[in-house]
């Protein structure tokens, strides 16, 4: 499993406490012909905040880019399944995609891809929010795994780069957002007596 950071903030290698999170949480059952990586990632806003935006399985687009609509089948609950509709310049207009884990009190998420005009083949992924302090203040550190086909025609590093740049690239508008969100309601130092 490759772990990778991502943008300002983000730790050349990893903790103990992100290896224990890792071990925990982002256990993937890897077959023939698939690959797997986590990506971590720290922003500097409170857990709360940031869980308010990933949470929201029926509103991708408030912090992912390449989302530009999305429609959730029934209530927001574990099996709920949405509709993503996908922004020009990928190689997909839609995905289908089914809610597997929430836990509210941990900050879990996990989806799975059921569908879609794309190549990700049977896609799954988990991403876990914990409490961190940065520069003095709460933050969050995020960490998001997945594992996913290697379509015909890719090598597993290939299809791991195009994951984990997608994954990148949401992780920092998500820190984009959170933050700017964070100055808005203003956090407090933590002072350590």
Not at 71 to 86: A, C, F, P, T, Y
Not at 112 to 130: A, E, K, M, P
Not at 157 to 179: P, Q, R
């Amino acid at each position: 499993m490759a772990i990778s950071g991502t943008g300002d903030g983000d730790s050349g290698g990893t903790s103990l406490t992100e290896r224990d999170y890792i071990k925990r949480h982002h256990k993937h059952e890897v077959r023939a012909c698939q690959c797997t990586s986590t990506v971590v990632k720290r922003i500097k806003a409170p857990v709360h905040l940031v869980w308010s935006l990933v949470r929201r399985f029926d509103e991708p687009q408030k912090y992912k880019p390449f989302v530009s609509a999305c429609n959730v089948q029934g209530d927001l609950e574990i099996g709920s399944v949405r509709q993503v509709n996908v922004c020009s310049g990928l190689p997909a207009t839609t995905s289908i995609e089914r809610l597997e884990l929430l836990n509210e009190e941990e900050h879990i998420l996990g989806m799975r891809i059921v569908g879609g005009d794309h190549r990700l083949q049977n896609y799954s992924s988990v991403i876990t929010l914990h409490p961190d302090i940065i520069e003095g203040r709460p933050g969050t550190l995020v960490i998001e795994s997945f594992v996913v086909d290697v379509p015909d025609g890719n090598t597993i590093d290939e299809t791991c780069y195009f994951v984990e740049a997608l994954i990148k690239c949401n992780l920092k508008s998500l820190a984009n957002v959170s933050e700017r969100l964070t100055v808005q309601n203003h956090t407090d130092p933590i002072v350590h007596v």
